[in-house]
């Protein structure tokens, strides 16, 4: 595969490519209206490749985007608990990007690094939308959040039902085809 205009990524591992991507986003969010942030989805692969917060750096310099208008958001699989991808999500917050655990609840985590990693926000996953006691699981979940002085975000919000739910629940922002489609 190959972007139109742009070579293949030089290495199987597609973090070439997820820089691409990266820097085409940073470019994008600067037409939105402050505060407006862009989220990023970033994965193991380039966040255990090494060299992620030099070139995260790199690309907020050539595009002029404010750090803070940057989310990176990783699943917990992507940091469970190395001293890498800890060391790499330090440097990501010292350059004043914004950190988000997407998908949260569904990987292997211990919940001790939730106070370890500089995390702004937790998403979590739409799985935990449907099934049983689900308010009280996801009662627990943004009640943890809140704790923890972090943005909760609900995904996969599909009717105005779950958006109710979610909200007297005292989540955040919400994301899902009921509030409107993927960009």
């Known amino acids: 595969m190959s972007l139109i205009g742009h070579p293949r990524p030089s290495t199987p591992s597609g973090v070439p490519l997820g820089q691409h991507l990266l820097e085409r986003a940073c470019r994008r969010a600067l037409d939105w209206p ?15 490749a090494g060299g992620l917060v030099a070139n995260v750096s790199a690309i907020l310099d050539r595009t002029g985007l404010d750090p803070a208008r940057l ?68 009662g627990v979940m943004v009640s943890l959040g809140r704790t923890l002085g972090l943005h909760i975000t609900a995904e996969g919000i599909e009717n105005a039902e779950q958006a109710r739910r979610l909200l007297d629940l005292g989540c955040d922002s919400g994301q899902g085809y009921h509030l409107g489609r993927p960009l």
């Open 71 to 138: 989310q990176l958001e990783i699943t917990e699989s992507a940091v469970a608990g190395t001293p890498q991808s800890i060391e790499t999500l330090q440097g990501l917050a010292r350059l004043g990007v914004r950190i988000a655990i997407d998908d949260f609840g569904t990987g292997y985590s211990n919940l001790a690094y939730l106070c370890d990693l500089p995390v702004h926000s937790l998403k979590l996953a739409s799985r935990f939308l449907h099934g049983g006691n689900v308010d009280t699981l996801l």
């Open 34 to 48: 402050e505060p407006t942030f862009v989220s990023v989805n970033i994965s193991g692969r380039q966040i255990g």
